[in-house]
């Protein structure tokens, strides 16, 4: 975070005419919201970056597109735009996390996993509470959700990167040739497409890649009937300014492409497929409850509490994303069962991880046991999905391109 901040004041500095930087808001640990502001458009357009602790190539990528219109404000001119860009939307989450960084080299998928952090879905500050749930958002939800009311965006872009596995994006409704536009992106950067998402179950999906959220869907905001186990759309930051007509678009960008997810061949046995995937999934979270039975919250310490909730949150989750993929109807392709094999392996191993972490200091001997885990999990994913690093300025690029694309698209 420190360096993101002192990018975004040097290159406020350095184009003092174009762009401008302020505090938004705080986050829940006093941390100052930075958004950086180019251009002086009728319309406005805001990137959310760095709205997950475990995507940080976001902010590389949010500050990318803030060199770009600060050296060409012709594209600002050419959009009529005012462009807003959140830089890091839970610093507190980041500074949890620190330690796998966007910069070459590359990493391995273990040493990514060394210092991970995802925080628990009422911490994720694009979450709010759910109806019925009297707590108030985050301090960060909020500042986001003023933001949104203040500026109306013509579109909201929100950032984020995945693991392993192939791009996508997410689109609030549909933008005649956005998607095919999207495709053509990733095939000129190299970077496969993730040819049926795991994400948003209940989105309508135009393949390979794009998922769009049904017309009836997005009326409603108070819809309960979801079937994400991660958390509910209806009450997020995506649809909140739909009231103002703006357009949500999420692109995901992974860091190690799994060519396997853009098999467009059929599945021979979906069935047997997805029997296989939540055996695998149930086997690994049941492995770690075992390991974790009779370890006491004292044998963590306060500061590394939220790397405990997350760990629990995800082994709560893993039987209603069984349900959840078992109700499926499953007749896809390789490439959609290839997304879910790696999403089985994930939740146990994001999960082993932060467990790791947060036992660390109180259960050294528990702690060695999960890190044993986590190096064995992340070699068979290694040898199941042969992912190759994706190089940041190809993850970058495919934001940053999504965006300019996607703003050329949308009428004021």
Do not use: K
Request: glycine letters at 8%; hydrophobic letters at 45%; charged letters at 20%.
């Amino acid at each position: 975070m420190d360096l993101l901040e002192a990018r975004a004041r040097a290159l406020a500095a350095a184009a003092p005419g174009t762009v401008r930087l302020r505090v938004v808001g705080h986050s829940r640990a006093g941390r100052p919201l930075w958004m950086l502001s180019a251009g002086h458009g009728e319309r406005q357009m805001l990137t959310v970056a760095g709205a997950h602790a475990n995507e940080p190539v976001g902010g590389a990528s949010a500050l990318r597109l803030a060199r770009l219109l600060a050296h060409r404000p012709a594209l600002l001119d050419r959009l009529d735009c005012t462009w807003h860009i959140l830089l890091c939307l839970d610093p507190d989450g980041a500074r949890l996390a620190h330690g796998w960084q966007p910069e070459e080299p590359a990493p391995s998928l273990e040493q990514c996993h060394l210092r991970f952090y995802r925080p628990a879905f009422d911490r994720q500050p694009e979450s709010l509470p759910s109806p019925g749930d009297p707590r108030p958002p985050l301090p960060e939800s909020a500042t986001l959700l003023r933001l949104l009311d203040e500026l109306r965006p013509a579109v909201q872009f929100t950032l984020h990167g995945i693991e392993v596995g192939g791009a996508f994006a997410m689109l609030t409704r549909h933008v005649p040739g956005a998607a095919a536009a999207f495709r053509d992106t990733a095939a000129r950067l190299g970077v496969p497409l993730d040819r049926h998402p795991a994400d948003g179950p209940d989105w309508q999906l135009d393949p390979p890649a794009v998922l769009h959220l049904p017309a009836g869907r997005a009326a409603d905001p108070d819809d309960a009937g979801e079937r994400d186990p991660s958390g509910y759309v209806a009450g997020s930051t995506w649809l909140h300014p739909r009231r103002y007509g703006t357009l949500t678009a999420l692109v995901e960008a992974p860091a190690w492409a799994a060519p396997a997810v853009s098999d467009d061949r059929p599945a021979a046995d979906p069935h047997g497929e997805v029997a296989r995937l939540t055996g695998l999934l149930l086997r690994r979270t049941r492995r770690l409850t075992d390991l974790l039975a009779g370890t006491p919250d004292t044998a963590v310490p306060d500061r590394l509490a939220p790397l405990r909730d997350a760990a629990r949150e995800l082994l709560a989750i893993a039987p209603a994303v069984v349900d959840t993929w078992t109700a499926e109807e499953h007749t896809g392709c390789r490439g959609h069962f290839a997304t879910l094999g790696i999403a089985a392996r994930r939740i146990p191993l994001r999960a082993a991880a932060m467990m790791r972490r947060a036992l660390a200091p109180g259960a050294p001997h528990t702690a060695d046991a999960l890190a044993g885990l986590a190096r064995e999990w992340c070699a068979e994913l290694t040898r199941t999905y042969r992912p190759v690093w994706t190089p940041v300025p190809a993850q970058t690029a495919l934001h940053v391109r999504t965006m300019l694309d996607i703003a050329a698209r949308v009428g004021p």
